[in-house]
């Protein structure tokens, strides 16, 4: 075996591990709970909760900690230590079923929009048995949902688990009806493509924007960006080279699949994609990939930024979310067949994946929206505000022909009814992949592209699990009555592509006119956070959630405020750190300068012309032109902080945040980066955007 082999999945307590420690009995259950979602008695939970304990003391832990994924986007944890007091005076190493299954927590310090009511501040979380309990600094992790007392989501697992067994539920039908009685569970696939920068840890320490916020928030544009494109695919600098070595390496020992490493588009932004893996548990290893991404980074002198837009005038950072679904047998649903019968089957899975998209459009741009992902989405970098699908020319011939129910000759024609027995062969689909596209078709799997970097995957696929299966829900109850179900299968598909073709464009979606288009076909442009969650409450949109129990009415107002107001606390920090950046140390150091070019200006004035402005006079009146304006600026921007922080209604806070707040930073940022300009770098307070981009030797 190689040294990889070895160490792959050593820190996790995985099927293999079970089968060894657990007796033959306890595993089947065990077993029967991973495959089938099963629960578990208490008497089992005791003998894993032993097994699990000896097992991660033998490598090492000392604690355990149920660990869970609040509507902070991040992961938060708690540790408790197995040690137990004994009768002697000494200790003993303890851990049992109860407490492996849950945990109560103090839940008074996450937010809940308004779910946890003040008098009950106990939250708790519940072991989620399906994703695999790992070791990380010598403590056991236990990947748990989090709820309120009275049982409501104040997470993203519980929310994202309901929407996988809707999933499973409406696809199960839909498998029985092509005659698939062997299958018995199926769970949508996910793997997270994920984006990210890497800093020189001296110059991230002076720049107080990338402390509190994560971005920056001046920052004139270096000599060169990414123009020459160098850097996409380029050689991997040794420094770097060894940090990604070193997070492949503790990635694999928690059994993340770590397995493409390259350079991106911008100088110093980089990418690692993993294998894919079922949703909740890419979900977890998503949150493993972006903390240890952050701590190994330190390790070698490093800063990772995970910020969607950490600089102006290069791209920013996303997350790709391939998606698709797979049978308990180990089949794609979303793989075109060799068969005519798979492929009817795999035209009905394609089509209930573009009505999804397309009826809720609205709640999947809400899912990606961030005050951070705003900068990004429309930026022509990253796919515009608008939803729509890209399936590449094969598939789009198909759905066409199926519309048209016209193709060359009468023999073709009668190949593309969509009968089970006489549907054509598929082209499979080439590699034209349309990098523009927000939701594509990559041959076998959907890529979702909006996602921002810093973002948890929970939330997209909350909405795509359960977008899909909601429509699946809908076709199984119109085939389950048909009499004909070959022809009925062939009207619901062609009624289906007709009604939703809106959402299918193979363009250039970076491209003003696409925008113009989108808008003529119906299709939403919601360029801002506050205007996409303006649709978050939508009547079809609290009908899908809780009609299909992923969250019930006061769970999504609960989501919609914590959203609001996340947005209105993060431009609320971006502003005051510009104040303070400003009137600390920018506007001083350009006084300075001032000063200074003042005394020089008295003396070259004997040596030129009177009617010349010499290079200090001329720099002088524009930095006190501008100090001037910029010192205005810090002055509105602070009271239209505080007018909008003043505001009670979240809806109205937000919106006064975009509308008042954002572009008075806008026009500060344009000012400073105008003085940066003139201003040399020693007496320049920050580091310059070249020194940050080119500072990783
Ligand atoms: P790229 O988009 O960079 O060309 P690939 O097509 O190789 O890369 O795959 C991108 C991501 O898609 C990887 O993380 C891969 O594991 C994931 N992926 C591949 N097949 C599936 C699937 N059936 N379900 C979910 N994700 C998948
Ligand atoms: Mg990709």
Redesign the pocket.
């Known amino acids: 075996m190689s040294k990889v082999t070895e160490s792959f999945g050593t820190m996790v307590f995985n099927e293999t591990v079970m089968r060894e420690k657990l007796p033959r009995e306890m595993y089947k259950k065990m077993q029967a709970t991973l495959k089938k979602g099963k629960r578990l008695d208490i008497e089992t939970a005791n003998v894993i909760a032993n097994a699990m304990k000896d097992w991660a003391i033998e490598r090492g832990a000392t604690h355990f900690t149920h660990w869970f994924q609040p509507m902070t986007g991040v992961t938060a944890e708690k540790h408790d230590s197995f040690i137990e007091p004994a009768a002697d005076g000494r200790i003993i190493m303890e851990f049992t079923g109860k407490e492996l299954v849950s945990g109560e927590s103090d839940a008074s310090s996450f937010p809940s929009g308004g779910l946890r009511a003040t008098f009950e501040a106990r939250g708790y979380t519940a072991w989620d048995p399906t994703s695999f309990a790992f070791i990380k600094d010598n403590t056991l992790y236990i990947p748990t949902a989090f709820c309120s007392f009275g049982g409501e989501a104040l997470d993203g697992k519980t929310p994202l688990l309901r929407s996988m067994e809707a999933l499973n539920r409406e696809t199960l039908r839909i498998l029985r009806l092509f005659g698939n009685e062997d299958v018995t569970a199926v769970k949508a696939?996910?793997?997270?493509?994920q984006e990210y920068f890497l800093i020189d840890a001296d110059t991230f320490e002076h720049r107080p924007d990338l402390i509190y916020t994560g971005r920056t928030l001046f920052g004139a544009k270096a000599p060169k960006g990414q123009e020459l494109d160098d850097h996409y695919f380029g050689i991997i600098k040794p420094r770097v080279k060894e940090f990604m070595a070193e997070l492949d390496e503790e990635l694999w020992k928690v059994g993340v699949l770590a397995?493409?490493e390259h350079n991106e588009g911008a100088p110093c932004q980089h990418e690692l994609?993993?294998?894919?893996a079922t949703t909740n548990i890419a979900t977890d290893h998503n949150q493993l990939t972006m903390e240890l991404m952050q701590r190994i980074a330190r390790k070698h002198g490093m800063v990772c930024l995970l910020h969607e837009k950490p600089f102006k005038w290069v791209a920013g950072s996303g997350k790709?979310n391939?998606?698709?679904l797979?049978t308990d047998s180990g089949a794609?649903l979303?793989e075109p067949g060799d068969t005519p019968f798979e492929n009817a089957q795999f035209l009905l899975f394609l089509t209930a994946v573009i009505k999804a998209v397309d009826d809720y459009q609205e709640l999947l741009r809400i899912s990606v929206a961030s005050a951070g992902n705003d900068h990004r989405l429309g930026a022509a970098e990253a796919p515009p505000a608008v939803v729509s699908m890209f399936l590449g020319d094969e598939i789009t011939a198909v759905l066409e022909a199926i519309e048209n129910e016209s193709t060359a000759s009468a023999k073709d024609k009668e190949m593309m009814k969509i009968g089970v027995h006489v549907l054509p062969k598929f082209p499979k689909a080439s590699s034209d992949?349309n990098r523009t596209s927000p939701f594509a078709f990559?041959g076998?799997?959907f890529?979702f592209r909006m996602l921002g970097a810093s973002a948890s995957i929970a939330d997209a696929n909350i909405v795509l699990n359960t977008a899909v299966a909601e429509v699946l829900g809908k076709f199984a109850d119109e085939l389950e009555g048909a009499i004909d179900f070959s022809s009925a299968l062939h009207d619901l598909i062609r009624r289906t592509v007709i009604e939703h073709k809106r959402i299918l464009f193979n363009g250039n979606g970076y491209d003003d006119s696409w925008i113009e288009e989108a808008e003529k076909r119906g299709l939403s442009n919601l360029r801002t956070t506050p205007d996409a969650l303006a649709h978050y409450l939508d009547e079809k949109n609290i009908a899908l959630f809780t009609g299909n129990k992923v969250f019930s009415e006061s769970e999504l107002r609960a989501r919609y405020e914590v959203y609001l107001e996340r947005y209105a606390k993060v431009l609320n920090i971006e502003a005051r750190t510009m104040v303070g950046m400003v009137r600390t140390a920018i506007l001083p150091a350009v006084s300075k300068y001032i000063r200074q070019l003042s005394e020089s200006a008295i003396a070259a004035k004997s040596f030129i012309a009177d009617s010349d402005l010499s290079f200090e006079e001329e720099t002088v009146a524009s930095l006190t032109e501008l100090s001037s304006k910029t010192y205005a600026f810090i002055k509105m921007l602070e009271s239209a902080n505080d007018a909008a922080k003043a505001l009670s209604c979240s809806k109205e806070k937000a919106e006064a945040y975009r509308d008042s707040v954002l572009p008075i930073m806008e026009e500060l940022r344009g000012a400073v980066d105008s003085m940066e300009k003139l201003v040399p770098a020693d007496i320049w307070p920050y580091p310059t955007y070249g020194n940050i981009l080119f500072g990783v030797k």
Do not use: M, Y
């Open positions: 696939t996910v793997g997270a493509e397995k493409t994609a993993p294998i894919f790709h391939n998606w698709s797979s794609n979303l992949r990559t076998n799997k890529e």
